[in-house]
């Protein structure tokens, strides 16, 4: 245990000891949905080969499994979506970057959407 000293602080060689390691990194988020534009219901088996093909090329992710509703309007018309994210963190920006430009694609002619949304943010890890 480090030394406390009087003011509450730690002593200055403990407190180098314990401070945390920081790691800097990307978070990608993608908000899968799961309805075709038509209304249908996208087969379950899409979602497992994504989350598959994710895994296999970053080692993990998170899927947020509540069903969450998007709207967005373009002219007059409202639209409405059912989505669940999933959450991927990523070290290497440049190669995340440009993998993700492409999934984005590939996903919006696969599961046949006219966009696909896939966001990117800093986090870090304590």
């Given at each position: 245990m480090a030394p406390y000293k009087r003011d509450g602080g730690l002593d200055g060689c403990a407190s180098d000891q314990l401070r945390p390691n920081i790691s800097p990194m990307l978070a990608y988020e993608l908000y899968v949905p799961l309805h075709y534009n038509d209304g249908r219901r996208i087969d379950p088996e899409k979602l497992r080969a994504?989350?598959?093909?994710l895994v296999d090329q970053f080692?993990?992710?998170?899927?947020?499994?509540?069903?969450?509703?998007?709207?967005?309007?373009?002219?007059?018309h409202t639209f409405r979506d059912r989505v669940e994210i999933l959450r991927?963190?990523?070290n290497d920006e440049g190669a995340?970057?440009?993998?993700?430009?492409q999934l984005k694609a590939d996903l919006t002619r696969e599961w046949e959407?006219?966009?696909?949304?896939?966001?990117?943010r800093q986090v870090s890890a304590l």
């Open positions: 994504l989350k598959k093909r080692g993990g992710l998170t899927h947020f499994r509540q069903e969450n509703e998007g709207l967005w309007k373009i002219g007059d991927v963190l990523v995340a970057r440009k993998y993700f430009t959407q006219q966009d696909f949304l896939i966001v990117t």
